[in-house]
């Protein structure tokens, strides 16, 4: 396999992917079957190569839901907040969602602090 593929492996009975998404390392169960993981692979490099959000599916939630509640929080502080659909115009939404992810989180660390 070329190099920035990702691979294939075994573990256990199950076989996972690995591949690198902006500098880091993503691994996920992907299959029972060696086909299934190579099928499921090339999803996920495709999705890079859309620069879509490359997160496996159980952590979305999480994510979507803690970013929400800072968003929250921020906006009963600050509503001259930053336009999202400006970020995502501008980068994708992928990126968009890091970005604003990144942002929302330094702010309740901040937030935080502040309170100490």
């Known amino acids: 396999m070329a190099r920035g593929a990702g691979r294939v492996f075994r573990r256990g009975l199950r076989w996972w992917i690995s591949f690198y998404f902006r500098g880091r390392e993503h691994r996920e169960a992907a299959g029972a079957t060696e086909p299934e993981a190579r099928a499921h692979l090339a999803g ?3 999705e890079i190569r859309r620069d879509q959000v490359v997160v496996p599916r159980d952590e979305i939630a999480e994510l979507v839901s803690a970013a929400l509640e800072v968003a929250r929080r921020r906006a009963a502080a ?6 999202p659909r ?3 115009e501008a980068f994708g939404p992928g990126r968009a969602f890091e970005m604003l992810a ?3 989180a ?3 660390r901040r937030g935080r602090e502040a309170r100490r």
């Open 44 to 46: 996920r490099l495709e």
């Open 78 to 83: 600050d509503p001259a907040t930053a336009n």
């Open 86 to 88: 400006e970020l995502v």
């Open 102 to 104: 990144a942002r929302w």
């Open 106 to 108: 330094r702010a309740d």
